[in-house]
Nanobody, 121 residues
Framework: QVQLVESGGGLVQAGGSLRLSCAAP????MGWFRQAPGKEREFVAG????????RYADSVKGRSTISRDNAKNTVYLQMNTLKPEDTAVYYC??????????????????WGQGTQVTVSS
């Protein structure tokens, strides 16, 4: 069983920044998803094990950067110019044995407990 632990969420004003972290041991492709109240979980960003492939949702492209430090077993999501509509619980997820970065939640095998991000207007 792989345990993923997110951190870095919080309350921030619109236009501000946050960096989320996910402790992720093992050789996995990683994804960040978010879920707002009453909405389905949606893909935010993903990165391959080696870091050479990244994908972003259109809603965060240009404002967010996903990266990883495999020596520290940690994946990061830097979010800038935050908007109230970015408010959600953010989850990191892991999947092994594939080469591409998946955008569908069902493609991932392991999930963290989530961290709340709240952006005030």
């Amino acid at each position: 069983q792989v345990q993923l632990v997110e951190s870095g969420g919080g309350l921030v004003q619109a236009g501000g920044s946050l960096r989320l972290s996910c402790a992720a041991p093992g050789r996995y492709n990683m994804g960040w998803f978010r879920q707002a109240p009453g909405k389905e979980r949606e893909f935010v960003a993903g990165i391959s094990w080696g870091g050479g492939i990244t994908r972003y949702a259109d809603s965060v492209k240009g404002r967010s950067t996903i990266s990883r430090d495999n020596a520290k077993n940690t994946v990061y999501l830097q979010m800038n110019t935050l908007k109230p509509e970015d408010t959600a619980v953010y989850y990191c997820a892991a999947v092994g044995g594939i080469s591409d970065v998946r955008v569908v939640a069902g493609s991932y095998d392991y999930w963290g407990q989530g961290t709340q991000v709240t952006v005030s207007s």
